[in-house]
């Protein structure tokens, strides 16, 4: 079974809109494994960003994403980063098609509500900077 991680990020945290995100979601089929509250330290963000780190926006996306609290995540299902990355809809969210988490719920490129693993060895790395094994269910 493959697993992604997921955040929602600080714009969705401070509508209110964690648990209708979740629950798209899991309306996939998809089972939520692991889920932890915290506000990241821009240490962290950093980390968690590192793939941005010689592009412009980096920056701004480390003190957007470190600017409140946050929801981590880990859904594991056939595809499942497949799954998650089309409800969550394009990066963009002029560009999201209605219906998508971001299409629905995103403000603009960076504050798009939402994060999602955009392949088996992001989530690998993304999911174990986030969670020890022993924080992780496993059907």
């Known amino acids: 079974m493959e697993k992604s991680l997921v955040i929602i990020k600080p714009d969705a945290m401070q509508r209110g809109l964690?648990?209708?995100?979740?629950?798209?979601?899991?309306?996939?089929?998809?089972?939520?494994?692991?889920?932890?509250?915290?506000h990241l330290n821009k240490a962290?963000?950093?980390e968690h960003y590192s793939?941005?780190?010689?592009?412009?926006?980096?920056?701004?996306l480390v003190n957007y994403i470190s600017s409140a609290p946050i929801i981590i995540a880990v859904f594991q299902g056939e595809k499942a980063i497949e799954v998650?990355?089309?409800?969550?809809?394009?990066?963009?969210?002029?560009?999201?098609?209605?219906?998508?988490?971001?299409?629905?719920?995103?403000?603009?490129?960076?504050?798009?509500?939402?994060?999602?693993?955009d392949s088996v060895e992001t989530a690998?790395?993304?999911?174990?900077?986030?969670?020890s094994e022993d924080e992780i269910y496993t059907y």
């Open 84 to 117: 998650i990355r089309r409800i969550m809809g394009a990066t963009d969210p002029a560009k999201a098609e209605a219906g998508t988490i971001r299409g629905d719920f995103g403000l603009d490129i960076e504050h798009n509500s939402v994060h999602g693993s």
């Open 18 to 38: 964690a648990g209708t995100i979740i629950a798209r979601l899991e309306q996939t089929g998809l089972k939520m494994v692991a889920i932890k509250m915290l």
């Open 124 to 131: 690998e790395k993304e999911i174990k900077l986030f969670f």
């Open 44 to 46: 962290l963000a950093q």
């Open 51 to 60: 793939v941005h780190k010689n592009k412009p926006f980096f920056n701004d």
